[in-house]
């Protein structure tokens, strides 16, 4: 893991992996004896732990009131908000999409999101923030990607042509399956509009595939089993 100061700073002397070209997030104050790791390809935060991460809200209206109301999802986005610029995030608000709120035994309140760009969600794209029983932010991690911008937004490979390179990648007819467009980004690589092309709902297995909407590069192919619900008695 890499020390607090050499993450945050853009081009530390003496820090390994300080990157010129980096955000600078030098403003950003973390509780002392805060511990993070950030995603080696995008610099984003991949895991960030620490007494109190929420500490400098305390005087933020929207954080308070949410802390008050007992609600979760409010204290999580007023925090993201707060530290955009360390999640490498333009606007979580509108970003990060509530997939569930978890409590566990230990009164712990997990609030999970997945990442999007307008209408378009970001494939295995997830961050999640950590509340103790107090709720207040004990942690943060995820897998997703800075801010996505600059990709073309209008495809040239219309659904059916997807489902034709589909069918032809997996082997399988594929008429009945869907079709979606998405952000493909992953790592370091430039974002771009793709068409994820899933089997038929009532197909046990297959693969899911993404392909680039513009060219029909296959950019990931993975298996997609589901389990098979027992009939009611």
Same mark, same amino acid.
Request: aromatic share 6%.
């Given at each position: ?14 820090c ?6 980096g955000?600078?997030?030098? *403003? ?10 950030? $995603?080696?390809?995008?610099q984003?935060?991949?895991?960030l732990?620490?007494?109190?991460? !929420? ?8 954080? !308070? =009131?949410? #802390? ?13 908000? @707060?530290y ?9 608000r !509108? *970003?990060?999409? /509530?997939?569930?709120v $978890? ?6 309140? @997990?609030?999970?999101? +997945?990442? #999007? %760009?307008? =209408?378009?969600? %970001? ?6 923030? @950590?509340? $103790?029983?107090?709720? #207040?932010?004990a ?10 911008k600059?990709f ?6 219309? +659904?059916?042509?997807?489902?034709? %390179? ?8 594929? $008429? =009945? ?10 790592? =370091?690589s430039?974002?771009? /509009? ?15 595939? %993404?392909?680039?909407a ?9 298996p997609?089993?589901?389990?098979q ?5």
């Amino acid at each position: 893991m890499l020390a607090l100061g050499c993450f945050l700073a853009a081009a530390a002397p003496g820090c390994a992996g300080a990157r010129d070209d980096g955000p600078k997030r030098v *403003e950003a104050k973390l509780t002392e004896g805060a511990v993070l790791k950030p $995603d080696p390809e995008n610099q984003t935060v991949r895991f960030l732990r620490g007494p109190d991460l !929420s500490a400098e809200l305390e005087a933020d209206p929207a954080f !308070s =009131a949410a #802390r008050r109301a007992g609600d979760a999802e409010g204290v999580a986005r007023a925090y993201l908000q @707060h530290y955009a610029e360390l999640f490498r995030l333009d606007d979580p608000r !509108s *970003e990060l999409s /509530l997939v569930r709120v $978890d409590l566990d035994r230990f009164g712990t309140t @997990h609030v999970r999101f +997945e990442q #999007r %760009i307008g =209408a378009y969600p %970001i494939p295995g794209a997830n961050l999640n923030v @950590h509340l $103790d029983r107090s709720r #207040r932010v004990a942690m943060a991690n995820g897998v997703y990607v800075p801010t996505p911008k600059g990709f073309e937004t209008t495809p040239k490979l219309s +659904e059916a042509d997807a489902r034709a %390179i589909a069918a032809r990648e997996t082997g399988a007819p594929c $008429d =009945a399956c869907a079709v979606d467009a998405v952000v493909f980004a992953e790592g =370091a690589s430039e974002p771009r /509009l793709a068409w994820r092309v899933a089997p038929p709902a009532d197909r046990l297995d297959g693969s899911e595939v %993404i392909l680039d909407a513009q060219d029909g590069a296959v950019l990931r192919k993975q298996p997609l089993a589901r389990k098979q619900q027992r009939a009611a008695p």
